[in-house]
């Protein structure tokens, strides 16, 4: 069973920045792809972004396109998602993911692997 570690969270100002990352366990990382999901406080979890086993694809929330990119570096098992112009909207526990596909999918029913979540907060 893979593990899957996120860091990178915390408290930022309106227009500021933040990265998370999100480290695997496990030999298979490369084979699968990866995604980031967010919850906010009453509400669902909801798609953020995803990226394809090798990187080559990539899908993004239309509420953080142009704003989040997401990355993966297989050598390190880990996958980036660095954030800018943060808005107080974005508030939320992001969670890392593995998918049980290779192909990026928007899909949170083909994530089987979850991380604990990090918290991230943007003031006004």
């Known amino acids: 069973q893979v593990q899957l570690v996120e860091s990178g969270g915390g408290l930022v100002q309106a227009g500021g920045s933040l990265r998370l990352s999100c480290a695997a366990s496990?030999?298979?990382?490369?084979?699968?792809?990866m995604g980031w999901f967010r919850q906010a406080p009453g509400k669902g979890r909801e798609f953020v972004a995803a990226?394809?086993?090798?990187?080559?694809?990539?899908y993004y929330a239309d509420s953080v396109k142009g704003r989040f990119t997401i990355s993966r570096d297989n050598a390190k098992n880990t996958v980036y998602l660095p954030m800018n112009s943060l808005k107080p909207e974005d508030t939320a526990v992001y969670y890392c993911?593995?998918?049980?596909?290779?192909?990026?999918?928007?899909?949170?029913?083909?994530?089987?692997?979850w991380g604990q979540g990090t918290q991230v907060t943007v003031s006004s």
């Open positions: 990226i394809s086993w090798n990187g080559g694809n990539k």
């Open positions: 496990g030999r298979t990382f490369s084979s699968y792809a």
């Open positions: 993911a593995r998918s049980s596909r290779a192909d990026a999918t928007t899909n949170i029913f083909d994530f089987n692997s």
